[in-house]
């Protein structure tokens, strides 16, 4: 692989308090291994998941890719993020999945031909899904720019400001179907965290039957164990929401009385908010206006607080508003409005002493990794996906909002859990929660590409 950039972070000095062995040699020897998944996930001007399971440019995982990217070459740290806003629909949305036109139709499912993006008006020339990805977009450059500020990354800013703003305006003013000033996911694919517990509740009310899926062809279980993934039944769920929201022509007006999934998330509403403090932050460095950004981040945290908090159990929970209940599951979204810098003290120690429960295990020295689901529930499932298993960008994320509320011997377990999880297992898509085994694809781009950003601290 040839990369002519030196990086100018390099892999930092080594040993840490609490750090796996972080000699010189091992900290280069992952540092090289992050590199490799991230080169040869390069596809000329966006980095795919994976080359297997994903092989088009996904939105949320082009934010945490291009954070890696700052670390080794900066140019593509905002070629990651200009070719995904380049496929932003006119009405604001960045689309959760950009398709690479050299790429099979085939090759993933559901497929460009699934999605029709091309009969929409308002929607780019490129093929695109219909469907968003929680924003970390704003929070990642400004992150990205921070670490290795450069008057290119500048401009890129420049560039970028007006797209992310238009993204966060997407959001709240067409999104915002519970009116209280949080915006809502329709489909489970939205929140990232596709098969998550958190779903059980309002999927169960999707009408599907497993039966729908004789008439497609699941790619995900051709290059992963389908005992890891997604079950049938979801995915005839993830096919009706879709086509629901596709008949529709993918407008969101009236979405309360027509659109059979819509819920209100903790993560993908934390997001938001962080965002609006990254891009106070960013309007600050090119000279615009950043306090509207910061009073609506103080809004959106007040609208969580409010509407997805449950003071019984001390945690957050996604709201279904269709039944107008928070969901049951305690899962790892509870946790993440962490980032959020304006989060009240009460609710902060409630997630912590959450996080830090058997529920999760979060400790200063981790004696196995986050998980992503409540351990000791009934239905964990330490080997299917977003039911249980461990995932760097969850971790990272959960680790920034410790840092945020100056919790940093709690936000160094995390730190030395993902170094550990990488050094045993290498750049894995997602790891087992008890023996931190990988699984999934092998060579992960948002695994790396986080590593290197902890591995540089
Ligand atoms: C997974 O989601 C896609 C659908 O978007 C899939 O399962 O095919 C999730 O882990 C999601 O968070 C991630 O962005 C995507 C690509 O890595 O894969």
């Known amino acids: 692989m040839v990369n002519q950039t030196v990086p100018s972070a390099g892999p930092g000095p080594a040993a ?10 091992e900290r280069s020897r992952l540092w090289e291994l992050a590199r490799g998944v991230l080169d040869g996930n390069w596809e000329h001007d966006h980095t795919v998941p994976s080359r297997t399971l994903y092989p088009h440019q996904w939105s949320w995982d082009s934010a945490f890719i291009a954070i890696g990217w700052a670390h080794l070459r900066p140019d593509r740290t905002w070629s990651e993020l200009t070719s995904l806003f380049r496929a932003q629909w ?10 690479n036109p050299a790429v099979s139709g085939g090759a993933y499912f559901p497929g460009p031909g699934f999605w ?11 093929a695109t899904s219909g469907l968003v990805q929680p924003p970390v ?3 990642a450059a400004w992150h990205a720019y921070r670490r290795m500020p450069s008057e290119q990354g500048l401009a890129a800013l420049r560039r970028l400001y007006p797209h992310l703003v238009a993204q966060q305006r997407y959001l709240a003013n067409c999104r ?3 009116g209280a000033g949080l915006a809502s996911i329709v489909h489970p694919w939205e929140s990232g965290l596709d098969n998550s517990p958190a779903w059980d509740a309002p999927m169960s009310a999707v009408p599907a039957e497993a039966a729908v899926m004789r008439a497609y062809r699941r790619r995900d279980t051709v290059h992963a164990d389908p005992a890891h993934r997604p079950t049938d039944l979801d995915y005839a769920r993830y096919v009706t929401i879709v086509t629901a929201y596709r008949a529709g022509g993918y407008r969101d007006d009236g979405l309360a009385g027509r659109h059979p999934f819509l819920v209100e998330c903790p993560l993908f509403n934390a997001a938001m908010g962080a965002s609006e403090v990254a891009l106070a932050g960013i309007a600050e460095v090119i000279g615009a206006d950043p306090g509207p950004h910061r009073e609506r981040a103080v809004r959106i945290t007040e609208a969580l607080v409010t509407r997805l908090y449950d003071p019984d159990t001390g945690t957050f929970h996604p709201r279904d508003l269709r039944t107008g209940r928070l969901t049951p599951a305690r899962t790892v979204l509870g946790l993440t409005p962490l980032i959020l810098p304006d989060l009240p003290a009460r609710q902060v120690q409630a997630v912590l002493a959450e996080a830090r429960s058997a529920r999760f295990g979060l400790a200063a020295r981790m004696d ?5 689901h409540d351990r000791t529930a009934t239905d964990f499932e330490p080997l299917r996906y977003w039911r249980g298993p461990s995932w760097l960008n969850i971790t990272w994320l959960v680790r920034r909002g410790l840092l945020v509320h100056g919790h940093d011997r709690l936000a160094a377990g995390l730190r030395s859990s993902m170094i550990e999880l990488v050094a045993a297992a290498g750049c894995h898509e997602y790891f087992h929660p008890d023996t931190g085994a990988g699984l999934g694809s092998s060579a992960f781009s948002w695994t790396a590409a986080l590593l290197l950003d902890v591995l540089a601290d």
Do not use: K, Q, Y
């Open 90 to 99: 006119r009405d604001g949305r960045v689309p959760h999945i950009v398709f």
């Open 137 to 139: 977009h704003a929070l």
């Open 16 to 25: 840490s308090a609490g750090a796996v062995s972080e000699t010189v040699a």
């Open 116 to 126: 029709s993006s091309d009969t929409v008006e308002g929607a780019p020339p490129v």
């Open 176 to 178: 915002d179907v519970g």
């Open 368 to 372: 196995r990794p986050l998980p992503s």
